[in-house]
């Protein structure tokens, strides 16, 4: 792979779906490495255990080298059985070491948070039983051989050690699941093309401001502009073309509108625009300014495209259907009388 291919492939992996497990690898890494040289360094000089020692320093540069080879490969799925192997690894030989004694047996709880986060329900499921299985038979042929010893000094910190390691993992995870949320939630309320509301979202909160007009008693308008000519600009210039200008429409809609006003994608071509507590007479001048940036400004290079606006403010007693309603009559009475108009719904 060149070094553009590389890069492109890191940009999709950190900017598409898995981003928040690329995160968790991440974060996993680190708090291995650190601990790895925590302990490592603790029973070094305060245990003078150098088999541990040992044991922790080369869980430590494992885990470093993982974390360089996925800066480099971007293998999310080979980095996180790579974890997974080493996590185990270093588990059941320090089990081994220890004896089983103690609280050797307590680092084996990491398994589930680490090994489920990284590879999912199933083979998460899988790798746990089948350690846990192991260690429970190790467990039952040691058991005989066991003498009573007094916790001391080691068994606390181990203790605070793994209680800590849990507390970064589940609030790791907790933050990340939130954030997932919040992405799933944006990607459901949120016009692919041109990164402004759906419909869908559009009628709640024209559902919304209409509940809070009644309240209120403050005036309501909503504004239906269509893109005029669109069908002959794809049959022109391509629907790629078409889609350009789609999202050019949606930044200039964003850049120009007042920042009380809600705007979205209504279907197609056209786009609507919800404007609370404005009257018809100013919602007129709003879209006026918009129609004549549209021509001082232009919005898609060498493409002149115009808009046709239709304008209607609640009336007493009025849905949100017919509401509606009247100001997409409104827009193609604009596109009757010669498009490039602005109409004021009776």
Not at 214 to 232: I, W, Y
Not at 273 to 285: E, G, H, K, N, V
Not at 287 to 298: F, N, P, S, Y
Request: hydrophobic share 45%; aromatic share 10%.
């Amino acid at each position: 792979m060149d070094h553009f291919s590389a890069r492109s492939a890191t940009a999709r992996i950190h900017l598409g779906p898995q981003r928040h497990q690329v995160r968790l690898v991440n974060a996993i890494l680190l708090l291995m490495a650190a601990y790895f040289a925590v302990i490592g360094t603790l029973n070094l000089f305060l245990f003078a255990d150098h088999g541990l020692a040992a044991l922790d320093y080369i869980g430590m540069v494992c885990v470093l080298a993982t974390q360089v080879y996925f800066r480099r490969s971007q293998q999310l799925l080979i980095t996180s059985w790579i974890v997974v192997a080493v996590v185990v690894a270093v588990m059941l030989v320090f089990i081994h070491m220890a004896d089983g004694r103690s609280y050797s047996l307590m680092w084996v709880t990491l398994l589930p948070p680490v090994t489920f986060f990284l590879l999912g329900r199933r083979a998460g499921a899988w790798i746990c039983a089948g350690v846990f299985l192991y260690v429970a038979l190790f467990v039952y042929l040691r058991l005989p051989h066991w003498t009573p010893a007094e916790p001391g000094l080691g068994t606390w910190l181990n203790t605070v050690e793994i209680l800590t390691a849990h507390w970064f993992l589940f609030r790791l995870y907790e933050k990340s699941r939130a954030e997932a949320f919040a992405d799933l939630e944006h990607l459901s309320e949120t016009d692919k093309l041109t990164g402004l509301l759906n419909r869908s979202r559009l009628d709640a909160v024209l559902q919304q401001e209409l509940e809070r007009h009644h309240r209120s008693s403050q005036p309501l308008t909503v504004v239906l502009c269509d893109v005029d000519h669109f069908k002959q600009i794809n049959d022109d210039h391509g629907h790629l073309t078409g889609d350009r200008i789609l999202k050019d429409i949606a930044g200039f809609l964003r850049e120009h509108m007042r920042k009380i006003d809600i705007c979205g994608r209504w279907g197609g071509e056209e786009f609507l625009i919800i404007c609370p507590d404005t009257s018809a007479p100013a919602a007129r001048q709003i879209v006026d300014r918009l129609r004549t940036a549209a021509h001082e400004q232009g919005m898609s290079g060498d493409i002149r495209v115009t808009l046709s606006f239709g304008i209607a403010t609640l009336a007493q007693q009025e849905t949100a259907e017919e509401l509606l309603r009247r100001s997409d009559r409104a827009m193609y009475e604009a596109k009757r009388g010669g498009r490039d108009q602005v109409v004021l719904a009776e």
